[in-house]
């Protein structure tokens, strides 16, 4: 199968989805973004702004909008899935009529499929089947997509079963605003990135009590000690957490107050409630659904997850955010290193 990958299609017109298409759009790449929404269609091809999602940043004048999921998936070479993971399932299926051998698929989502479990790999293995292993990755690491927007210098990850696809894929993406590393451990990337959202709702709580950087360095330590564990038992490997994908993003979540997980733990600590958070604002904060699934991926896997388990008390069980964090401390006193 000849692979050529000129013609992109982002599908999903959230923060992160216009942010990348608007960085390939100023490589001269070819690049179309299909939006849900009418309105943000509209923004986007009359005013070059996504005033929903990215607002104040001007987008590229050759991007394009576009409403016709199918007609434009069939045009194109690369399909990029930006969607939540709540969406993600039904996406693929309408995409599934109009795959060809010959598509490459570039997965940015991060989450698990609630009711599954799955990672977002294992959903697009079970819709795609067999089609998807030879050109699928997940691109993964510290960045915020108003700073990419912005031009400001970013590194990530892509990870695949299939090298010889990722080299074509760094080579034709990377430049000198964006360096793409290569990796083989699509689990681990996954596993990290959607965990990292139910650590930074924590990262948020600390700082919404007041605590400073002593209890947040601590927090993103131990955090990426037990997103590891999880990972491992997943078959990950281990190297991953220490790497773009894992520690990387996980503090860039966990210290950067543009992160929505972030904000949504903060505002939680201040006395704000779940349902109003959600309410105020058409993004979602990604950390919410996933940390109903890691409780219950721990459960299953009989893992110990002290600090998903506190977020878990405190989003859905009513628990006083300080009341958790004490806990945390307070746990029977063990060995630093303990992986298994």
Known sequence: VSIKMDKILVIGGGSWGTAFADYLA?????????????????????????TVFLPGIELAENLQACADLKREAVRADVLILAVPSKFIRTVMQSLKSVLRDEHVLVNLSKGFESDSLKTISQVAAEVFAPVISRQWLTLSGPSFARELAKQHPTAVVAASDNEGLLKRMQNHFSSSIL??????????????????????????????????????????????????????????????????????????????????????????????????????????????????????????????????????????????????????????LKSEWNLS
């Open 179 to 332: 360096r793409i590393y290569r990796s083989s451990d699509l689990q681990g990337l996954e596993v990290a990135g959607a965990l990292k959202n139910v650590m930074a709702i924590a990262s948020g709580m600390v700082n919404g009590l007041g605590f400073g950087f002593n209890t947040t360095a601590s927090l993103v330590t131990r955090a990426n000690m037990e997103i590891s564990r999880l990972g491992i038992r997943m078959g990950a490997k281990a190297e991953t957490f220490w790497g773009l994908g894992g520690i990387g993003d996980l503090m860039l979540t966990c210290f950067g107050s543009l992160s929505r997980n972030f904000q949504l733990g903060r505002k939680i600590a201040l006395g704000e409630s779940l349902v109003m958070i959600e309410k105020s604002t058409p993004m979602v904060a990604e950390g919410v659904e996933t940390t109903k699934a890691v409780h219950l991926l721990a459960e299953k896997l009989i893992i110990d997850m002290p600090i998903s388990r506190e977020v878990h008390q405190v989003l859905f069980a009513g628990k006083d955010v300080r009341q958790a964090i004490s806990d945390l401390m307070k746990r029977s």
């Open 26 to 50: 100023r490589q001269e790449k070819k690049v179309r973004i299909w939006v849900r929404e009418k309105e943000v269609i509209a923004a986007i091809n009359s005013t070059r702004e996504n």
